[in-house]
């Protein structure tokens, strides 16, 4: 079973940037289509960006141009790299092995003055 530990949230000023890093226990993981998942507070976990084994790309609407998701297959990590932040993008992120039920733990990011 794949096990997967996120990173690199904490607080920043909107139109700041953070990167967030997911590591997964298992070189499995070069076959895995991931996710990066955002939880606002009160509202339902939402799809940011996605990318398959091969390196194909998706992002929400509303974070293209500002967000850019990379994976690294000999590190068994993925990544996220947020930059312009906005206050409403603050929220718990997750990573996801797509179509499946296995979750990070979560990442809090919290975009405020």
């Known amino acids: 079973q794949v096990q997967l530990v996120e990173s690199g949230g904490g607080l920043v000023q909107p139109g700041g940037s953070l990167r967030l890093s997911c590591t997964a226990s298992?070189?499995?993981?070069?076959?895995?289509?991931m996710g990066w998942y955002r939880q606002a507070p009160g509202k339902q976990r939402e799809l940011v960006a996605r990318?398959?084994?091969?390196?194909?790309?998706n992002y929400a609407d509303s974070v293209k141009g500002r967000f850019t998701i990379s994976r690294d297959n000999a590190k068994n990590s993925v990544y996220l790299q947020m930059n312009s932040l906005e206050p409403k993008e603050t929220g718990v992120y997750y990573c996801?092995?797509?179509?499946?039920?296995?979750w990070g733990q979560g990442t809090q990011v919290t975009i405020s003055s």
């Open positions: 996801h092995v797509r179509s499946t039920t296995i």
């Open positions: 298992r070189s499995i993981f070069s076959s895995l289509d």
């Open positions: 990318i398959s084994p091969g390196g194909s790309t």
